[in-house]
């Protein structure tokens, strides 16, 4: 078989790695605060058994499969059942409920591994011929339902994986410009780059698990995009199959050649082919990077100081700060500490902040970093200090800011642990001007304990800051509770109204994770009608026969994300009574 490695079929990451709590003291007492969740009585679910599920029969025909193999190789195509789940779902909360409660409606038929660019294009003219449907599949971490065929398709499905397209194929050191194959995941990438003394400076929440393919076809942000952009400012060239030939833009700094097909391919989900290749701005590693925690002694203080920081001449790589919530949330999942270190998280720090007149239930966590020469980020350090200092913040130094960077990429399975324990975990970002960054964050916060209250169950929702741009910034939220009968469509209730307070306070529908099934229904009201209309038709007369991940970003006819789904049973562990509530200490 390929030598392709996928995450665990039932959750986020490899084998073996999770989540645990029990050398972090102060998080058992804040998820029984935060959501009535006594970890201590609560029943953990064990892994879920693949033999039990149902998994639908692949439609595709011996003479098909054939016809495929001859490309790729008997070793490279596969109608394996495991596989084939593999590929079925992203790793949205939603998906992990449907996988671990045995509610899989359509598989992919068939799994395919092309090794070059070449059989891509084989492959693609071989589906569209026979009227097949090809979802690409770069590192399967979309969270937006971006990766699963339509519940009612009827044609033989196609998962075209991409991941033994995974190289850096040449760098342009004098344009700053890397090619890059499509299926190459984040520190596959990095590591080729970092060889050659380049890095691409793009590190989302999924950088070990997606690709560079994956970032382009959902437009993703990384944690340094304040520094060196979001992906679509990254990307200068594309290589997409298409039935017949290639779609081939190359690498020009600006161009003025009509609309931009660069744009219409970004974000695009695989509706108008495969991308194969991407070129890519890289930049010389840095010789400096830093990434130091300021407090602020609110949120409103620490969102204008990020605004007059954007403002400045001040460049730095990140700039995020945690509303009171997520501030209280770090706090209680930081390890247990010893001797000075104790001493002055527990101590000397909330006396100094309390001194200061701040209440210890508003304070803000700020992570700002700086990379470049010495003197630069020495240099961008003493402007942003000033900023911070005259918004009423104080630095701490790089300690909490080395331990971010360390532990950056391990949220997602965080989620998984509390889906384990009955409990949903999950996000929702937006962006908005500067003007609105406030307002929304306040209504959304309004409107995910109004959704927890009309179900009658306790909840909590937190955010931060994650981007800054010159007009506004990137809201990132993450809210949870337990479950009560109909995990999903209890999620479905929250996650609506979080969406919807998006549109309605100046934000978009997602900044970074796309829009595939789970924002939709939005859309219209995000781009207007007529933006949905010129999409759709873009879709149509570049896709006629719908072969290429159909249904996706424009809301399908028929399909409703937010359907009342049947309860889960299985892999999800069931809840007990709410605990006796419990203060967190900050």
Not at 178 to 205: K, S
Not at 336 to 350: C, E, I, Q, V
Request: charged fraction near 20%; proline fraction near 5%; glycine fraction near 10%.
């Amino acid at each position: 078989m390929t030598s392709v490695k996928h995450m665990k079929w039932w959750g986020w990451g490899n084998e073996g790695v999770g989540f645990h709590h029990e050398d972090k003291p102060g998080f058992a007492p804040f998820v029984e605060y935060a959501v009535g969740l006594d970890l201590g009585s609560a029943t953990r679910a064990g892994e879920p058994s693949f033999d039990e599920l149902n998994v639908p029969r692949s439609k595709a025909t011996a003479a098909f499969i054939k016809q495929l193999a001859a490309i790729v190789g008997d070793s490279n195509v596969t109608i394996d059942d495991m596989v084939r789940v593999i590929h079925t779902y992203g790793k949205s909360l939603r998906d992990l409920v449907r996988i671990r409660s045995n509610a899989i409606k359509r598989s992919p038929d068939v799994v395919i591994y092309p090794a070059d660019e070449a059989e891509v294009q084989a492959i693609v003219d071989a589906a569209v011929a026979a009227n097949a449907v090809i979802i690409p599949f770069g590192g399967g971490s979309n969270i937006a339902g971006s990766l699963e065929p339509m519940p009612e398709e009827k044609r033989v499905v196609i998962s075209l994986d991409l991941g033994r397209l995974r190289k850096v194929v040449a760098v342009d050191a004098d344009s700053g410009l890397a090619r890059i194959q499509a299926g190459a995941q984040g520190p596959d990438l990095e590591e080729q780059l970092n060889a050659r003394g380049w890095t691409i400076g793009h590190f989302p929440d999924s950088f070990t698990h997606s690709t560079v393919g994956g970032w382009v076809a959902t437009r993703s942000s990384g944690m340094q995009s304040d520094k060196y952009g979001d992906i679509a400012d990254i990307t200068r060239g594309l290589r997409v199959v298409r039935p017949g030939g290639m779609l081939v833009l190359r690498p020009l700094p600006s161009t003025s050649s009509g609309p931009s097909v660069r744009e219409m391919i970004l974000g695009s989900e695989g509706r108008l082919g495969v991308i194969t290749e991407v070129t890519v701005q890289v930049h010389r590693i840095p010789a400096k990077r830093d990434v130091f925690a300021y407090f602020f002694p609110n949120w409103k203080s620490g969102i204008a100081a990020m605004q007059a920081i954007s403002e400045s001449d001040a460049a730095p790589s990140i700039t995020r700060i945690s509303d009171a919530k997520e501030t209280g949330f770090s706090l209680a999942t930081s390890k247990s500490r010893s001797g000075f270190s104790k001493f002055t998280a527990d101590t000397a720090l909330p006396k100094l902040m309390t001194a200061k007149g701040w209440n210890l239930d508003d304070i803000c966590l700020s992570f700002i970093g700086f990379e470049g020469s010495v003197s630069h980020a020495k240099g961008q350090k003493k402007l942003v200090d000033k900023i911070v200092s005259k918004h009423g913040g104080m630095g701490v130094g790089k300690g909490p800011g080395i331990l971010y960077d360390q532990k950056k990429f391990d949220t997602p399975y965080l989620r998984d642990f509390l889906l384990d324990m009955g409990a949903a975990g999950d996000v929702s970002e937006t962006a908005t001007p500067w003007s609105s960054v406030v307002k929304l964050h306040s209504a959304a916060h309004k409107a995910a304990q109004d959704a927890y209250d009309s179900l009658g169950t306790k909840g909590w929702i937190m955010s931060h800051m994650s981007h800054s741009y010159h007009s506004g910034a990137c809201l990132y939220f993450t809210f949870a509770f337990t479950f009560g009968d109909n995990p999903l469509g209890e999620y479905d209730t929250v996650k609506r109204a979080i969406q919807q307070s998006f549109v309605d306070n100046d934000g978009t529908i997602s900044h970074h994770h796309g829009v595939g099934l789970e924002h939709s229904p939005w859309l219209e009201q995000d781009i207007s009608t007529e933006g949905v209309k010129v999409m759709q038709g873009l879709f149509d007369s570049a896709d006629p026969a719908h072969n290429f991940n159909p249904g996706k970003v424009t809301p399908a006819g028929g399909v409703t994300v937010a359907a009342k789904a049947a309860p889960a049973k299985s892999g999800v562990a069931a809840k007990k009574a709410p605990a006796k509530k419990a203060t967190p200490k900050k």
